[in-house]
Structures are given as structure tokens and as C-alpha cells.
């Protein structure tokens, strides 16, 4: 007996879930339907669920009436130990109710992030998905990419399911909110053009689906280049970057530790590509000076003493979170709004123009919508599925890149191997940790939610990396991490695969793909933000007839998140010197509400102890700490360096949390 389920809030039921109820009924696809009040459902709290049952029952009952289909409302969550996820529900039901075969039913806008979704491997593994389409989201590529994973039980599209845009009536009656420009993406770029477009004026709102950072703006190196590495194969690239690093010294210097960098040539590499690279980099304008192997062991004690060689150049460490939020900040306090939590889940067209987007609020749990006259994609990896909501068609090239964090601060500059770009040869100082890496692996764009650190990849960084310091070895390995590098095909290129840029691509849809309205800005690097929020606004000016010059070169941004020493209060985490008035500043100002968010803004949990002593004293002072999921991040990262000692502290955190949790659970009961 197959069952079909539905989930939603369905208060009050929409013409559009009926239409698709008479779909399934008309065609006999099921043999019961089935209504699921969705885990977030604000219906949920205060069991409101059980008293809105009867109306929608009754309507959906109506809609499917004369097919004698049975037709149900499921409130199984709440037998639920902790419902969270949509999987959860299923495997219940299919635990609870073994005779009955549960298929997903969703709408084509759902399908688009599917792939995203946490667990959703598992979920198509064990379950069936249909969807239906709705207007303006063409999920037929999704429904292919997710077919094509291995192990998918099946996801059908009905194509030719009635088309309802279920959420048009609710929006039609709300408020249309307007503005200058919308910005997609919390990442470097998102925010840098947030910036730009309100100190030049412009009404600029910025969404992000989840929280700011989460993309490959918070899972890099952390590398400010001077641009040598880039000076031999690509020079233009390399001149950027060094323009770049003197801007950023200049407005972030809260964020940049000036430690310069050491490129390496070791007895294994040509000491001639050395005199070559001295060359290039001085043609790009970058200060490059080759100094004596018995000096460069004497200015960084931690390189391999066997070097036959070395340069120094002006590399720096930047602190990714650090630049992002000072951008955002400064953002909001030039007039911008940020809505992080707001995952955009369509684009609003007048014709081929793109005019808006239609978003959800996954804290505030309701539909918004958006208008503008421009609209700029800045969603990194994602930006092909967003310019697709669209129907403009951006090639990404997704790239996934992995690093391991050691637990002390190894060495004072940052190390490259002086040797065409391999694995493993950068050694970046972080603060009171250091990072090397890193991997390039090529992705599919359905793999990218499944992206993490392999074995292999760390038996690979160190094994390289320890050649570039050796003490390495000896050093604590504190975490792994991956992250996907937004690599963009250039126009013209698409079908070789070749002409992938390493630099930033700024696409104008209205002479691209005939669709005014929409910009994309990708690739490039953390560090060319700046230039490309520049180059990225100045087409937003054009277009809306309002020529403002950037400043953003010359304004500084604020200091005040990144300055601990100005916080009192008890210290909270011993590793990263973070106080009790910093947690308050992320809470009140940052909109810090889970310890993920505060990780993110405060570096609590970030240091030596991984959070081990100070996760749950920062908890307490948070309105959601989620304990959980800052522990299940954490063991992400530990899982792929889990032996020896690392392998007995995870086990002794572990072992903590519990028992915390064991006396908070005593003390509430
Ligand atoms: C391993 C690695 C190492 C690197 N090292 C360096 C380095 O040392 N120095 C350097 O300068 N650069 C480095 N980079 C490159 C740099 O990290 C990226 O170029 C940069 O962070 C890209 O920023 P972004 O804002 O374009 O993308 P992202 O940071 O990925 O941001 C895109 C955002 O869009 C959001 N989004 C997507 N879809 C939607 C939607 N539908 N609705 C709302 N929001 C959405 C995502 O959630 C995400 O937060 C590295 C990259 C990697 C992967």
C-alpha cells in the first residue's frame, strides 16, 4: 500500500496543495494521501496542529472527493523523541506503519535545494520523491542530477501536474518590499558588494540562506596573497592580488596579520624556476627578494633546513570571519539590511526581467518577496542554480580544496613551496593555530553538499607539508575541514571545459542570456572582494542610471568586533581570549543566537580546545545554543584526524557533554 506525503504548514491549505491532491487522486498514483505537518511548522508549537486538522482535512477531503481515496492528516511528529529533519518523520512512519510504502511528495522549488539538505543522501536512498512543478523553476536538471546519484530510489517529476505557485495569493496580499538592489550570498562577495552599494547610496538588501560565512568565505586559508603565487602562469591575477593586499593593509588592518610570506625551494625542487619566479613577480609589481637559505632559517625557524633556496614577498594572514563581519557590519551601518536565515527560493520575472525574488525566512518561518530593478548573484558554488531560477545558464567548475588546522602557531611567515601550484604547499599561521593546505578535487554540482576531507587527502598534506616544516609531525592535529572554490566557466568556453577563471567573472544576463535584471559576480579569491564589489557596483550604478564614485579603497572598516582587548567580563574561552562582553556585543549586534553563530563571530571554540571547556559556558549565555549541532560540526572536522591523542580527547568531550546534558536533564526534571 503506497502512501503519499505531503508536508507543509497547511494553515489555512492552499489552492495549490489541493490542486495537487486531485492530481495524485485523479491519476490513482496513491493509495492514501497523507498531509504532514512540517517539523518547523510554527502549528507545532503549542500542539495548535491537532485544532487546525479538521478544517484542512475537510477541504482536502473535498478536493479529492468522488476518487475514494482516504485522506489524512499526520501528527506523528510529535511522538517523535526530536524531530528535526523531514527523514525523520519518514522513518517513523515507515518503522511505525511497516505494511505502507512512504513516498515524499514536493514541489519543484523544494527539489532545488534538496540536494542541499542535511541527510539527503540518506533520504533518497530509502525513499521515493515525487514532485510536481511550480512556476517559474524549471526542476527538471535537479530531478536528473539527483537520479543520477548513486543509490537514489527514484525522484519522478510530473510534468504535467497542474502549476500552482502555492505562496502567490499570501504574497499578493503582503506587502511587496523594495529596494535599489538585492544581493544573494553571505559570503566575502555578498557582503563587499552589500558595502559598496550602500556607501555609495543605493538601497541594498543582502540574503543569505543560512548564516554569513557558511560558503567557501569561511572555509579557506585564510591567505592574504601578494599575489606571487600567481605571478609566473598568470600575471594579471597576480597584479590584483597585489593591489589588493596594499588596499586591505590599508582599511583592515584589524583583520591582517603583516607577517610576510617565505616561497621555498627545497633540495627536490629546480633551484632555476626560482630566478624565473623573482622575475615574474617583480613584473606583476610585487616586492619579491630572494634572501640567503641560512637567513630564511634564521627570520622562520620552523622551515625545512635543507632549503636550497628562498624569496621573501609581502603575503599576510587575513581572518575570513573577521572581514566578513566588519563588511557586514559597516554594511548595516551605511543603511543595508542583511537578512541572513533567508533562503532564496525563487526569482520574480515581469516577462524575461528579472524584477525580485521570493524568499523564506527559516528562522521567522514565512514567504517574503522582494523587489528590485537589479538583483546580483553572489552565491559562490551556487550561483548556477541560482541564475537557472532565471533561466540563465552560468557553467560552475566547483573545486573542492582540504586543509588541516595544527593546535599551535608553527611558523611566524607563511610558507610556500617555490614550485609550479601542488598539494600541500602552503603553510598559513592563523592566530594561535596554523593551516596547510591544500587539495584541489573537481566536483560535480551535486556532490557538493557531501564534500569532505578524505583520508587520502590528509595523508597527502602531510606527507607534502611536512617537507615545507618537519616539526609538523610532531604537532597537533586539531581538525580538517573542505571547502569548495567557486570556479567559473568564461563565455565562449563552456563546452571544452576549458577557459575555467582562476580570477572573478562579472556576467551582465541583459547582453548575456536576454535577461535584464540580473548580475552574477564568481569566482576570484577572498582576498579581490573589494575589487570585485567595485567592478560588481559600478554595473549596478550603470543600470540604474545613478553614477556614484566607490570608495571603498579609502574607507577604512569598523574595528569593533575584531579588537578583543575593548571587551570585559570573565573569559568565556581561554584559547581565543574571548569575554563575556564579546558574547553579549555577538548577541546584541551580530545577531548571534546559536553556538555556531558565536564560533563564527567571536572565534569561541575555535582555539586548542576546540570548544571542549568553553562550548557549554558560552551556551548558557545564548538565547538557542543547539548544543548538537556545534558538536556534530565539530566532530566532522575531528573525525578524519581521529587517532591517538586527538582520537582520546574527542572521546573525553564527548564524554563531557553527556554528562552536562545528563545534569541539565536532572536539574529541569
Ligand atoms: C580550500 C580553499 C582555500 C582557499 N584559500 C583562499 C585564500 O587563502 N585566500 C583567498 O583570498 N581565497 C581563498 N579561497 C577562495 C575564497 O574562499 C573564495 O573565492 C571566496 O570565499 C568566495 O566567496 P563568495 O562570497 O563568492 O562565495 P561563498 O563564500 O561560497 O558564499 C556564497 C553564499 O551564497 C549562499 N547561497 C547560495 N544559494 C543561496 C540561495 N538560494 N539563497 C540565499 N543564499 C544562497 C551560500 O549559502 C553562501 O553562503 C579558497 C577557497 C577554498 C575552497
Known sequence: MRVALLFGSFNPIHEGHLAILRYLAEHRLADELRLVVSPQSPFKQGRGLLDNARERLAAARAAVAG????????????????????????RYLARTEPDK???????????????????????????????????????????????????????????????????????????????????????????GVARDCALRGLKAVLVERDDLTVGASGRNHGLLHSGARYAMGDPESAR?????????????????????GLFVTLPEDDLGYQQQFVTACRAAGIDAEAIDPREACRIEPSVNPALVGAVRVPDAA???????????????????????????????????????????????????????????????????????MAGARITMYPDKG??????????QLVLNRCRPSSDADILVPSGETTILGTTSQRLEPREIPGARPTPEEVDLLLSEGSKLAPELMQTRILRAYSGIRPLIALDGAEAGGRGISRSFVLFDHETRDDVPGLITIAGGKMMTYRLMAERTVDLVCRKLGREVACTTAQTPLPEAIVRPERFGGAVICECENVREDEIRYAIDQLGARTLLDLRRRTRVGMGSCQGQFCALRAAQMLPDPDVHSFINERWKGTYPVAWGEVLREAQLAQWMYKKSENQSRSHSS
Open 67 to 90: 476518487t475514494g481515496l482516504p485522506v489524512a492528516v499526520s501528527d506523528v511528529e510529535f511522538d517523535l523523541p526530536e524531530p528535526r529533519y523531514t527523514i525523520d518523520t519518514l
Open 101 to 191: 510504502e512512504f513516498v515524499l511528495v514536493m514541489g519543484g522549488d523544494n527539489i532545488v535545494s534538496l540536494g542541499n539538505w542535511h541527510l539527503a543522501g540518506e533520504l533518497l536512498h530509502e525513499f521515493e520523491v515525487w514532485v510536481y512543478p511550480r512556476p517559474g523553476t524549471d526542476a527538471r536538471p535537479y530531478v536528473d542530477a539527483l537520479n543520477a546519484r548513486p543509490g537514489t530510489r527514484g525522484v519522478m517529476l510530473f510534468d504535467e501536474a497542474p502549476q500552482h505557485d502555492i505562496s502567490s495569493t499570501e504574497i499578493r496580499a503582503r506587502q511587496i518590499l523594495q529596494y535599489d538592489v538585492i544581493i544573494i550570498g553571505g559570503g566575502i562577495t555578498g557582503v
Open 240 to 260: 590584483e592580488c597585489i593591489g589588493e593586499n596594499r588596499i586591505l593593509k590599508q582599511i583592515a588592518p584589524h583583520c591582517i596579520d603583516p607577517c610576510d
Open 318 to 388: 587575513v581572518d575570513p570571519f573577521r572581514l566578513v563581519f566588519a563588511n557586514a557590519l559597516d554594511a548595516a551601518a551605511q543603511g543595508a539590511e542583511i537578512l541572513s536565515y533567508h533562503e532564496v527560493r525563487g526569482l520574480r520575472k515581469d516577462g524575461r526581467r528579472v524584477v525580485g525574488i521570493d524568499v523564506w525566512d527559516v528562522r521567522g518561518k514565512q514567504e517574503k518577496h522582494l523587489e528590485a530593478p537589479v538583483v546580483v548573484n553572489a552565491a559562490g558554488s551556487w550561483a548556477g542554480q541560482v541564475a537557472a
Open 402 to 411: 582540504t586543509l588541516l588546522v595544527f593546535g599551535s602557531r608553527l611558523n
